[in-house]
């Protein structure tokens, strides 16, 4: 999406409305000639004077400002901080990949450590030429341990995830009305008015406060529904011509919670193999159907916080959708199916913070009894 | 080379294999059919291993794109930054303009005097 040159439509616009004002100067005096009613009267002070032209002038601009401006495209910033918030909350899956990535690193630096030649992998290879370049052994050997490649993982949805954060807070930015403050607005008003008053004042002629009064509320609202009607537009295009991009990433974003989840099963059933083997091997009973337990409690909070993740990602997905629809159409758009989403993840994540605590406790505690 | 929908959907499909075959491993321990479960066993430790390994391609498929990605919504970011200043600098021209107003006023108010 081509964003239109920096103010080039808002300098048409106003150049277009000053020099009107300007040009047509001749014109507006002959229809105000023709003019019986009172308050076409009172804007003549003093016929031919250059005061009486620039109060046509005026009149001219607030009209043009008013018919060309016809309405205030409001933009609620609501549902783009809900958005903001929502996509910040999502980085909390660090929390479920670190505990599987520990379990992956256990497992696999168990079965490394049975080979000299495989735990020569974990050493670096350095470079003559180039001083401080290393890199591992078991990349030249495309034998990266998959700890290391979910590391890799984790960082880059944790980048991905920074990335999108940054752009729904600046649309929550573009969305905010401190960007259009009406103070600006007052500031122009003020200024325009400043002008006129020592204009009359320098020709004579005291101010007319209603008439500027008039004159300022036209403009200061006639610029304020234009930047913010353009806004609307800006942020209209933008949420549009991002939807492929957005759905991609989140698409991306829930293949790699899909990763994990198969990474997560594939470790499940790998303990639940060596519990077997500890059962056969004449192993504690009790203490193998607990850590079978266990080991299902902990799968299953996983599986149920991932899934309360996608769900989440794909609600992103859609609201984003949602947001541009609605503002389309003059709606406010509904995030509280997003919000009920980020609270069903804090949830499972708080569960499986508690299975995991509970699990430690028990491992230690049965550490202490073997060594007793 | 499969692409990587269908490493996934393989991968998944492995998966559900090794979880069925581990419960059938087990049912035969527990019918005391050693043998057979020994032998099922070397099969799921092969089915293990390419799993392992295609878990890794999978993961590689992820972490190729990712550089795509960080690029895209950089754009994306820059693009919203621009609506952003653009907007900002619609209200700096709009003051440009009036102050441009008031400058042709004080030359409408000296032309009047001088003529």
């Known amino acids: 999406m081509k964003i239109e040159s920096k103010g080039r439509q808002f300098c048409h616009f106003v150049f277009l409305v000053v020099t009107s004002t300007l040009t047509n100067k001749e014109k507006n005096m002959k ?21 009486k032209k620039r109060q046509t002038s005026m009149s001219i601009l607030g009209v043009l400002l008013t018919v060309l401006l016809p309405s205030c495209a409001n933009v609620d910033r609501q549902p783009f901080t809900e958005f903001n918030n929502a996509a910040y909350e ?9 505990s599987h990535i520990l379990s992956v690193k256990q497992r696999e630096m168990a079965e490394i450590s049975m080979d000299l030649l495989t735990i020569n992998n974990l050493a670096l290879d350095f470079d003559v030429d180039d001083l401080y370049k290393y890199e ?70 005291g101010a007319d406060a209603s008439r500027l009064a008039l004159f300022s509320t036209v ?93 989440t990602y794909a609600s992103l997905a859609k609201t984003h959708k949602k947001i541009g629809t609605s503002l389309k159409n003059d709606q ?23 299975i995991n605590e509970k699990a430690d406790r028990k491992e230690e505690i049965a550490a202490k009894r073997a060594s007793s | 080379m499969p692409g990587s929908n269908t490493n996934r959907r ?49 993961l590689d498929d992820w972490l190729a794109k990712v550089d795509g990605f960080r690029t895209k919504i950089g754009q994306m970011n820059a693009e919203v930054q621009e609506a952003v200043d653009d907007i900002k600098d619609d209200i700096k021209t709009a003051e440009r303009v009036v102050k441009l107003m008031g400058y042709i006023d004080d030359a409408v108010e000296l032309a009047a005097k001088v003529f």
């Open chain 1, 90 to 98: 999502i980085t909390t899956i660090d929390n479920a990949v670190d």
């Open chain 1, 332 to 354: 406010l758009p509904s995030v509280n199916e997003l919000k009920g989403l980020i609270k069903n993840v804090q949830k499972r994540i708080k569960v499986l913070k508690k």
């Open chain 1, 219 to 311: 403009a200061n609202s006639a610029a304020h529904a234009y930047i913010s009607n353009k806004r609307k537009g800006y942020l209209i295009d933008i949420i549009e011509g991002n939807q492929k991009t957005v759905d991609a990433l989140i698409a991306h974003a829930q293949e790699a919670i899909e990763n994990i989840r198969n990474g997560v099963l594939d470790e499940y059933d790998r303990s639940r193999r060596t519990l077997m083997e500890q059962f056969e091997a004449g192993g504690n009973k009790e203490t193998i159907a607990y850590k079978f337990l266990m080991n299902s409690e902990i799968t299953a909070a996983t599986f149920d916080m991932l899934k309360a993740m996608n769900d």
């Open chain 1, 31 to 51: 229809s105000f000639k023709n003019c019986n009613t009172e308050k076409c009267k009172s804007i003549i002070i003093r016929p031919g004077s250059s005061v």
């Open chain 1, 136 to 205: 591992y052994k078991f990349v030249r050997a495309a034998k990266e341990p998959l700890f290391i490649k979910l590391h890799r993982l984790n960082s880059g949805l944790t980048d991905l995830n920074a990335l999108f954060i940054e752009y729904t807070s600046l649309l929550a930015a573009l969305a905010d009305d401190e960007l259009i403050a009406p103070e600006d607005f007052d500031q122009l008003s003020s200024e325009l008015n400043n002008n006129l008053r020592s204009g009359l004042k320098s020709l004579g002629q």
């Open chain 2, 10 to 58: 393989i991968l998944r499909i492995l998966l559900d294999i090794k979880n069925k075959a581990i419960d059938a491993e087990i049912k035969l321990l527990s019918d005391g059919k050693t043998a057979d479960a020994e032998k099922l066993g070397e099969r799921i430790d092969k089915l293990e291993y390419t799993i392992q390994k295609l878990r890794g391609v999978v």
